[in-house]
């Protein structure tokens, strides 16, 4: 995927008044009035964080370290006004700051083309679609450096911000020239268990039927949990056995997602008669708001537990693996894998080939019998 330059719009951050000195100060993640606004000033507050660790031997005064200091006591209007102030400070001896500059500086291009409804939307997958993105062609020491950037970023911001949100950014499934390790995934028998244990699990009455429906619909469609929160009642279309679902993916890219009608559809009905979502929600909680990715892999968690399923990571995202790793192996259709995942990127889901072991098989075979020869 290309990522395309969106025109530049000034930034608005006049109520910034530099907070009280000598006071951590904490924001609220979604700062601006948009995604790329609110993670450019987040970019901007590590990045002026970090320039107080970095070396200055190479200032010849004080008095260029105040002129620096000054140049970044206010955030940036765009992007390019915090690239220039990047370069005076590399330029007058800030040793190192564009090295954790320009990792963002992508971060930054690839979130304009491919924005969320919120920084809390940020999880491991999209930032592996980023660095797939626009790390092509780099070596594997920068690749590392990005990496490395973008879990001290998130750390930052994790500390930061003033909601006590957790992005737990690891980024252990993405190594060396790009390539992903495998991540868990459930077995056709898991499944079956798990599956089992959904339905007998004891979930409060008045939810039951929502919870039931909405893991069987992450498991069945492989959908991100964030896309199945955002579904709205008239994005569900019966069509004959089936249900069409109208999912907005990252970057407000849309697809069309499918699963029989018969795998949800008694706990559906049982819940559209109990539900009251605001905004036409499809899945709320009981006060009619939206639910959170936190919540939806709590229940996760708690069915997978009671089928006595350990996997290395509990959540949601499992189930997503789950069905990808299936789908591939079902089809050995990559393209397939890619568009019912919503990847912009095939090399993300290239993950999922690591797991046919029909081609596996295939390869062990081709020693048989070496050695043998000549008896």
């Known amino acids: 995927m290309v990522c395309h330059i969106i025109p530049h719009h000034p930034l608005n951050f006049s109520w910034y008044n530099g907070g009280k000195k000598g006071v951590a100060m904490r924001f609220p993640l979604d700062v601006a009035e948009s995604f790329p606004e609110s993670l450019l000033f987040w970019i901007w507050r590590y990045l002026r964080f970090k320039m107080a660790t970095l070396s200055r031997r190479h200032l010849p005064n004080e008095q260029l370290l105040t002129s620096i200091g000054n140049n970044f006591a ?148 492989g959908i991100r949990v964030q896309e199945a929160i955002s579904i709205r009642e008239s994005h569900l279309i019966p069509d004959q056995e089936y249900y069409l679902i109208q999912i907005e993916g990252k970057g407000k890219r849309y697809r069309m997602a499918l699963i029989q009608r018969k795998q949800i559809e008694d706990d559906l009905e049982e819940w559209r008669r109990r539900r009251r979502c605001h905004e036409d929600y499809l899945f709320c909680t009981r006060r009619g708001r939206p639910l959170s990715q936190t919540a939806i892999s709590q229940l996760v968690a708690q069915v997978l537990t009671a089928a006595k399923i350990t996997k290395p990571k509990q959540g949601a995202h499992l189930l997503r693996h789950s069905f990808a790793t299936l789908l591939y192996n079902k089809s050995k259709d990559l393209i397939l894998v890619q568009e019912c995942l919503g990847h912009a990127n095939l090399n993300t889901s290239r993950i999922y080939t690591h797991f046919d072991q029909e081609r596996l098989k295939e390869s062990a075979k081709i020693m048989e019998g070496i050695g043998k020869e000549g008896r």
Do not use: M
């Open 74 to 221: 206010k955030p940036p209007s765009s992007i390019y006004q915090l690239e220039e102030r990047i370069k005076r400070a590399r330029n007058l001896g800030i040793i190192g700051i564009a090295t954790y500059f320009q990792p963002l500086r992508k971060l930054y291009t690839y979130a304009q083309a491919n924005p969320l409804p919120s920084l809390t939307s940020i999880d491991e997958e999209y930032l592996i679609e980023a660095l797939n993105t626009t790390t092509l062609g780099l070596s594997d020491a920068t690749k590392s450096n990005h990496r490395s950037v973008l879990i001290n970023f998130f750390d930052y911001v994790q500390r930061s911000n003033d909601q006590g949100h957790t992005f737990d950014i690891k980024l252990r499934h993405w190594g060396k020239s790009g390539q992903i390790k495998p991540p868990s995934y459930l077995t056709s028998g898991e499944i079956a268990r798990f599956l089992e244990a959904l339905t007998d699990y004891p979930f409060a009455p008045d939810v039951a039927p929502r919870n039931r429906a909405l893991l069987k619909l992450l498991l069945f469609t």
